[in-house]
């Protein structure tokens, strides 16, 4: 699984100018290399004291001592003073190592950085129309339909709310606020996506009533059942959260099991109740959604405390969500930590990659909302729909609009 991610990544590194060897030398002013060649770790035998790059995945090969390993072998590493680029850096990450080997055998690390961000225009022209979404390929005839129709979609959105405690009454109230205003625009959201927990207290065989979740998922469907309109125009959505009802702590989750949502399904027939995560189609637009509690969860597992500009740790909560961004698309994938933080099925492993780089990924977290953009890919933490934060993703401008329920309809809920 990890030789994978790590194929994957120096497969899109290979592609990058900085790390691709030209085709006649060039050197910058200083007459240095107008490049960085990566050197494999099998490589690195008798080269004491010479600064090389080097690409691999730190692993805790023994308690407490960590090491760079790739295709080739192993090096043991010291982060001592190490300097770093934008992202999370914990165990298991995928990095380029710059630095020295010294007498004992230890590479002493310098700087460390993550392959950089390929854009999706950059990786579709790679694959050379090889179709990784997942979908059947569709003829130009068709395409060209799809694009047309969202040139048409200029106030189209899809909306997304995480956090939608069906066991607390004001809930329900905020959705019907949310629901009556979008129902009285002139063009409806295409989509709803309801992301979870769908309770505000983990699922579990020894204190859940089970009976009860099904009641509540019913009164959501009584909730919808008063918008004629959107259950007509919209498609409706729903991903479930590491506390649901489901096979544990384990990724990626499969759909909320059918016994909660028979009433929904009954209501919405096209209802789509997907995975976590899960890939949306939005004309020709790839939408990734995960919900997890990534952001703190990732911070806590950091070898080396994330640094803002200026050199000072991190602290703000946007500033932290900018990390955690550019660590999953620099990663491409959603959940880049060790398998005793987070199971992982193996055999499903690639439903977490970011390959190509979508056009929006949404990381769902109990955290404060928030957005970032690099390059061609939007990231958005629509927030908790339980304090009434939640986002609308223009998709005709490729914007994400975050919003909260107005503070009167909270008071009155």
Sequence with gaps: MYLDRLLLLHQRLRRDKTFSKPALPLS???????YCQLTDVKAMLGCTGQTR?????ISQLQDGTFYLEDMTGSLQLDLTGCQTSSGLYTENCIVIAEGELDHRGIFKAMALGMPPVESREDSLAATKGLQIFGEDTLKATDWMAIEQAEQEAQADRMVVLSDVWLDKPSTLDHLHTVFAGFDGLDTVPS???LIGNFQSQPATTASTDYTL???QFKSLANVISRYQRLQDESK????????DPGPGNVLPRPALPAYFTSDLRQLLPTAVFASNPCRIRMYTQEVVLFRSDLQNHMRRL???PPKGTTGQPVSSAAALFEH???TVLQQSHLCPVPLENQSVYWQYDHALHLYPAPDLVVLADSAASAQFTFKDSACVNPGSFSKGAFAAYNVYEREVELSEVPDDAMESG
């Design 236 to 243: 409706f959505i729903f991903v479930p959260g590491p506390g």
């Design 191 to 193: 989509a709803f996506v």
């Design 324 to 326: 955690l961004c550019m």
């Design 213 to 215: 979740i099904r009641e």
């Design 302 to 304: 950091c070898l080396i």
């Design 28 to 34: 910058d002013t200083d007459g240095h290399n107008a």
């Design 53 to 57: 790059f080097l690409l691999g995945c």
